[in-house]
């Protein structure tokens, strides 16, 4: 069996099983068996290059940026506004078929804008080029997920799922869960207030799901059974993702209201040029891109050339 099957077979499993207290620790096995599967699905397979496929884009600018939506939401035609190189556009889906990179120049640097093909559901498992524009995203420094405004809000959900499952955790910060592997000296399980969603038998039995007898666990907060797994796991990718809803032309002015009001979401109308200084606004904001003017002692300023630093990482 696969390992997708495999997955999908755990799944039907926790699907089946009734959440109650007795069969907590039951599910929250199973919950570390897909995560350890997904880890092995994300290994390349042996034998291959990561990529090669027109993916490869080599970084520039002070900041990278990567579009992910469905097809035809507009991610195309939004870099083409934006950055001025043509991205082709048009109203069939899977249009774009490879990475195509451009440059927003904004306060004063320069920001590569990512345009990757359409995903669609199972995209974390390999449907379409899922694989390869999950790579990409992990690659940038913020995720701007498009959605069409005048499309079901579930588009969002099932995007978030796919990259979930590949390790991306969007807009979350890491579990204050404190977790050190041992060599010797057995399991010892603490927490600093009082925890409802994992005791130390459920830690116990996660952990020995992966093999681990000897560990030190601290919980900083009542975190859950998928927080404790994902520092076991060690791999996630914790990224800041603005909601894009485009084409809000299409739709009332209640919809854009409501849709306007969700957290860490901007609408935008490529069709009418409409908020794109306010999706820039926001995108500076997120990727926490600071400048700074050197100045020559009994000179003024170089107001033209500042060196920019971000808050959020060391810029390469
Ligand atoms: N009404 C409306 N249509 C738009 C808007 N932006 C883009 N479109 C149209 O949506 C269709 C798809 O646009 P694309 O830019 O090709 O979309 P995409 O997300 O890159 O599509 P794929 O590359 O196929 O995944 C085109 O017909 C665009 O003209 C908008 O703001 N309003
Ligand atoms: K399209
Ligand atoms: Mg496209």
Redesign the pocket.
């Known amino acids: 069996m696969g390992i997708i099957e495999r997955i999908k077979e755990i799944e039907a499993e926790m699907a089946r099983t009734q959440k109650n207290k007795a069969t907590e620790y039951h599910l929250g096995q199973l919950k570390a068996k897909i995560a350890k599967l997904r880890t092995q699905l994300l290994e390349p397979p042996k034998g291959s290059s990561a990529g090669g496929d027109g993916f490869e884009v080599t970084k520039f600018g002070h900041g990278r940026v990567a579009l992910i ?1 469905f ?7 939004l870099l083409t506004m934006l950055t001025g190189t043509h991205s082709e ?3 069939y ?4 078929l490879t990475c195509i990179p451009g440059i927003i120049h904004y306060n004063d640097t320069k920001i590569q804008l990512l ?1 990757l ?2 995903i669609i559901e199972g995209a974390s498992e390999g449907k379409g080029r899922g694989r390869q524009v999950i790579a990409v995203s992990k690659s940038s420094d913020i995720v701007l997920m ?1 959605l069409d405004a005048s499309k079901s809000d579930g588009h969002r959900q099932i995007l978030t799922k796919e990259l979930e499952a590949v390790g991306l955790r969007l807009n979350k910060r890491p579990p204050r869960i404190y977790f050190k592997k041992k060599k010797v000296g057995g399991f010892s399980f603490n927490s600093t207030l009082p925890l409802t969603h994992v005791d130390e038998k459920l830690c116990y039995q996660i952990l020995h799901e992966y093999k681990i007898h000897n560990a030190e666990v601290l919980f900083r907060e009542d975190a859950t059974v998928d927080d404790l797994i994902d520092v076991i796991e060690g791999n996630r990718k914790y990224m800041k993702c603005i909601y894009v809803y ?2 809000i ?2 739709i009332g002015i209640d919809d854009v209201d409501k849709l306007a009001r969700q957290p860490n979401s901007v609408v935008i ?3 009418l040029k409409l908020n794109f200084d306010r999706l820039l606004a926001k995108m500076w904001e997120e990727m926490g891109l600071v400048r700074v003017y050197t100045k020559p002692q009994g000179q003024q300023p170089d107001f033209t050339d500042p060196v920019v630093l971000s808050t959020r990482r060391v810029l390469g």
């Open positions: 939506g097809p035809s939401v507009g991610k195309s035609t556009a048009a109203s889906e899977f249009t774009t345009d093909p359409g498009i485009n084409k032309d299409v109308s490529c069709n």
